[in-house]
């Protein structure tokens, strides 16, 4: 078999050179819209280049079409920066002008402040002087022991009768309507002269009424002889006081039952009915002492001179028994205590 002759050799090399093939897009962001891509306007299959040729490549601009249209769609926030103020910036003249009205302004300030201050301090000036005259006045009618007086010096104490309408008044409300004598202790007012023996004053819880000591006990003890001589078998030593404890502690429902009522009413002996002197109500507690109207009392009568001797000193009430001076509650022997 005869063998094929080979081409000539300008023929092999024609055919080895094959065009180039185009290259491929670039990756880019989808956010730029431009794209530079570098192709070559000759897609013709290259001949072998000459010696002194060269093939130069071509600049061309396309534009990418976007691949997200939903991206198109969306709004896009755009923030704009701008200035208010002027471009032009301010005079030097007019900044000094601007200073020298704050100034004006601030000495304005201080001296308002400087007024207020001048008129406060003439105001607490005034205020130490009426002070001090307070304290002088006071030291003028105040006597050594505290009390006070109508007068420090004796060749000015006034007589009972030029004492104020105002003290007088109150003396008056300070009269116990039973005995008319002044009260010097409530709980313990005392009758206000120099004769009569001091007495002690007390106030029924009751009523609210208010007497000297002696004038209860007198009205309680006139009271209790006239039971006890219509009850001459009568002791204060009974089951009295069990009895009332019992309706203490005992249910509503208990004693609004009229039999158990009527038993307990059985168990317990007649009583010496005490009432007010003034309102004749009833009275079922023992009388109080009134602390205030004690130290009220007691400061005014300190006021008159003539009277100032007669007030009594402040002791418990004491009775003699078995010869013998004893402490004792002056209600005692009238209402039982409370428990």
């Known amino acids: 078999m005869p063998r094929a002759q080979t081409p000539p050799r300008s023929t092999r090399a024609n055919s080895r050179v094959s065009p180039l093939p185009p290259k491929p897009p670039s990756r880019r962001l989808d956010s730029s819209p431009d794209v ?6 000759d897609d013709t299959p290259l001949h072998p280049p000459h010696k002194h040729q060269k093939r130069i490549p071509q600049l061309t601009l396309k534009k990418k079409p976007k691949s997200n249209p939903k991206a198109q769609s969306q709004p896009v926030d755009v923030i704009e920066i701008s200035s208010d103020e002027d471009d032009v910036p301010p005079s030097q003249e007019s900044l000094i002008e601007d200073l020298r009205s704050q100034v004006k302004k601030l000495k304005q300030e201080v001296e308002r402040y400087q007024n207020s201050s001048t008129s406060l301090a003439q105001e607490l000036f005034q205020c130490h002087t009426e002070l001090k005259e307070a304290k002088v006045k006071a030291s003028q009618h105040q006597s050594t022991d505290g009390k006070l007086v109508l007068s420090s010096t004796p060749s ?7 004492i104020p309408s105002t003290v007088r008044s109150v003396h008056a409300a300070c009269t116990p309507p039973a005995c008319e004598h002044y009260f010097v202790t409530p709980l313990t007012p005392t009758e206000f002269h120099r004769e009569a023996k001091p007495t002690i004053v007390n106030r029924l819880p009751d009523c609210g009424h208010t007497f000297c000591l002696s004038c ?6 006139t009271a209790q002889a006239r039971f006890i001589q219509a009850h001459p078998h009568w002791h204060q030593n009974t089951m009295n006081a069990y009895v009332q404890r019992l309706q203490t502690i005992l249910r509503p429902e208990y004693l609004a039952h009229p039999q158990l009522y009527h038993q307990l009413q059985q168990l317990q002996q007649p009583t010496p009915e005490y009432t007010c002197p003034t309102c004749r109500k009833q009275v079922y507690r023992r009388p109080v002492e009134v602390y205030t109207l004690k ?14 001797l007669n007030i009594p000193p402040d002791q418990p009430y004491v009775e003699q028994r078995h010869g013998h001076l004893v402490v004792v509650d002056p209600w005692d022997g009238y209402f039982p205590r409370e428990r």
């Open 36 to 41: 530079l891509e570098l192709t070559s306007s």
């Open 156 to 162: 000015r104490i006034p007589h009972k009768s030029t």
């Open 216 to 221: 209860l006990r007198d009205w309680f003890g």
């Open 295 to 308: 130290s009220l009392v007691r400061t005014i009568s300190a006021a008159d001179e003539e009277e100032k």
